[in-house]
């Protein structure tokens, strides 16, 4: 592996933070698995970073739990605790190795996450425009495939479905103004495409919230296959949910692939976390604090099994319910029975 001289273990900001970006290799285990965490877990790694902190703060929490470091310490920790899971060995080499073999491992992660990054954002940036209308009405006047300029709040279709949730885009003085810019849209100003039917209520926001079908349409594009989007929801060999044994969504997959849509609808012509018209980095981490938030689980819990069910209904076996009458009923049933007695026995 190469040598970095002037490497040291020394902390350099949040490891959740992106690094430089570098061009995806394509067959090195590392890349591929790069490129499957980045989708899935967490899109903002500075790889490096995340790896050397992480194993200084393995010998930090000898002497100090977990729960007496700040929040965004907590969250870098339980990201770098789910690569070491998703790896196998990764941490016994990460440990036994040298200081460039640490950052070597993280910048072949780094490549993966961001090649899956640029490759999605390239091909959602025309597939995105079939979702936009039920199939057989045309967007009127056409978009360009290739040219984004035209989107954003610069089209009907594309600017109504990123109004900002509570935001009337039917106003004459509301369209101008997010079309000027002089409202600002921020990350955590969710658009009406998140919401199933582009349809919100201010009384009730969780209805409907993240189970819009050009949400699905994305996901299906990006994990089960592009040809899957428009078929019975199964994950094909050559998809990247079947290439990482993917069998349930996560919460990092969802909203990972909400920033894409957003950005493959906007007008912005290059892909930045930064961006200040996607404000994407804002907008990602709002979606996955809410998805994250303990206050939030039953609502977070019926979300990822109505996901799930929709994209992976043949693996989520036992979240499905069981066929009144059927033999595997009665041997539920039957079980259930005999624990019963065991319990009313033994009292």
Not at 109 to 124: M, Q, V
Not at 201 to 207: A, F, N, T, V
Not at 279 to 295: A, Q, R, T, V
């Amino acid at each position: 592996m190469s040598s970095d001289d002037g490497s040291s273990r020394k902390r350099s900001g949040s490891a959740l933070c992106l690094g430089p970006r570098k061009k995806a290799a394509s067959s090195n285990p590392l890349v591929l698995h790069g490129r499957h965490f980045g989708r899935t877990v967490f899109a903002l790694c500075n790889y490096p970073s995340l790896l050397t902190s992480g194993i200084l703060r393995l010998e930090e929490l000898q002497d100090s739990p977990i729960e007496d470091f700040p929040a965004d310490i907590r969250r870098e920790h339980r990201v770098f605790m789910e690569l070491i899971d998703s790896y196998p060995n990764l941490l016994d080499r990460l440990t036994s190795g040298e200081e460039e073999d640490i950052i070597h491992v993280g910048e072949l992660l780094g490549k993966g996450a961001s090649g899956a990054r640029g490759d999605d954002t390239k091909t959602l940036k025309c597939a995105v425009l079939e979702w936009l209308l039920p199939r057989g009405q045309a967007v009127i006047p056409p978009l360009s495939q290739n040219i984004k300029s035209d989107r954003g709040f610069n089209h009907e279709v594309t600017g109504a479905l990123l109004c900002p949730a509570g935001l009337d885009w039917s106003n004459a003085e509301t369209k101008e103004s997010l079309k000027s810019g002089e409202t600002a849209v921020r990350g955590d100003q969710w658009p009406m495409f998140i919401y199933a039917g582009y349809d919100y209520d201010p009384e009730d926001p969780w209805k409907g919230l993240l189970k819009s079908e050009i949400l699905i349409s994305g996901f299906k594009h990006v994990f089960t296959s592009p040809s899957s989007v428009d078929k019975e929801p199964k994950a094909t060999r050559s998809g990247n949910a079947y290439l990482h044994g993917m069998k349930s969504v996560t919460k990092g997959s969802i909203a990972y692939i909400a920033t894409q849509v957003q950005f493959s609808l906007s007008s912005s012509s290059v892909f930045s976390w930064t961006d200040m018209i996607t404000d994407s980095e804002n907008f990602y981490l709002s979606i996955l604090d809410l998805l994250e938030d303990p206050d939030e689980s039953q609502e977070v819990t019926n979300l990822m099994t109505w996901w799930t069910r929709r994209i992976f209904p043949n693996s989520s076996s036992s979240q499905r319910s069981i066929s009144a009458n059927s033999a595997l009923s009665k041997i539920r049933a039957k079980h259930a029975a005999a624990l019963q007695e065991q319990v009313t026995a033994g009292s």
